[in-house]
C-alpha cells in the first residue's frame, strides 16, 4: 500500500452549535478541512488539514496508509469515513482511523483484471462489477491492487469473491457469493450462436 504524509493542526470543538458551524465555515473558506482521528486507545483528535492535500487521498482509485502529523505528534492512519459537497465535490469532512501496525484492519482494495478471458474471444463482453474488494489484514501485508486473472473465465460465466486466493496473509470478508466479474452474452454472440445451432 503507498503512504501519504499530511500534516494537520489540532482544533478544538465549540460548545455552541453556532459557533460550531462559523468555525467551520471559516476553515472550509481559508483552503482547510475539519478532521477527526479515532482509535480505540486514545480519545478522539479534531484537527484541520489543506484542502490540496487531501485531494490525493480523496480523488484517486488508489489506496494509501497515511501518516498524519498533528502538532508534531505523528499517527499511523487510514481514510475511514469521508464527506463530499452535493453540488462541488469539495472536501468537507473526513474520519480517519488510528492503525495500530500488529492487528488487522479491514480495507477494500481495487481489482484488477487481467488477461483475455475466454468469452470475449468467442465474443462476449467482460464486466467488472466489483471495482473493490474488502480485506482483512495487517496494514503491511495489504496490497495496493487484487489483480485476478480472468483468461480461463468462459461465456456466460461469472467470477465470485469465494472463488478467489491471494494467500494466507489476506481474508476476503465480502459475501462469497458476490460476483466480481462476469463474461456476458453480448447480441452478436447470441447471434453466432443461433446460426450455428441452425447449421447443424
Given at each position: 500500500?503507498?503512504?501519504?504524509k ?22 472550509r ?21 489543506e484542502?490540496?492535500i ?19 505528534k ?17 472536501i ?19 481489482v ?9 474471444r ?32 468462459g ?14 496473509k489476506?481474508?476476503l ?28
Open positions: 500500500m503507498k503512504s501519504l499530511i500534516a494537520g493542526t489540532s482544533r478544538t470543538i465549540a460548545e455552541r452549535s453556532s459557533e460550531q458551524a462559523r468555525s467551520l465555515r471559516e476553515v473558506e481559508n483552503g482547510g478541512v475539519p478532521c477527526v482521528l479515532y482509535g480505540q486507545a486514545t480519545e478522539p483528535i479534531h484537527f484541520i488539514a484542502h490540496r487531501l485531494e490525493k487521498l480523496v480523488f484517486t482509485p488508489e489506496i494509501f496508509e497515511v501518516k498524519l502529523e498533528i502538532d508534531g505523528e499517527y499511523l492512519a487510514i481514510m475511514k469515513d469521508l464527506q463530499l459537497h452535493p453540488v462541488k465535490d469539495s468537507l469532512h473526513i474520519d480517519f482511523y488510528l492503525v495500530d501496525p500488529a492487528k488487522p484492519i479491514v480495507v477494500a482494495v481495487p484488477k483484471l487481467e488477461g483475455l478471458a475466454a468469452g470475449v468467442t465474443g462476449g463482453k467482460l464486466v467488472l462489477q466489483m471495482r473493490k474488494i474488502r480485506v482483512k489484514a495487517l496494514i503491511s501485508d495489504i496490497p495496493e491492487k487484487l489483480t485476478i486473472d480472468v483468461t480461463p473465465l461465456l456466460g460465466k461469472t467470477m465470485k469473491v469465494g472463488e478467489l486466493n491471494f494467500g494466507d489476506l481474508e470478508t465480502n459475501a462469497k457469493e458476490a460476483v466480481v466479474c462476469a463474461v456476458q452474452l453480448t447480441r452478436a454472440a447470441r447471434g453466432a450462436a443461433a446460426a450455428a445451432a441452425a447449421g447443424k
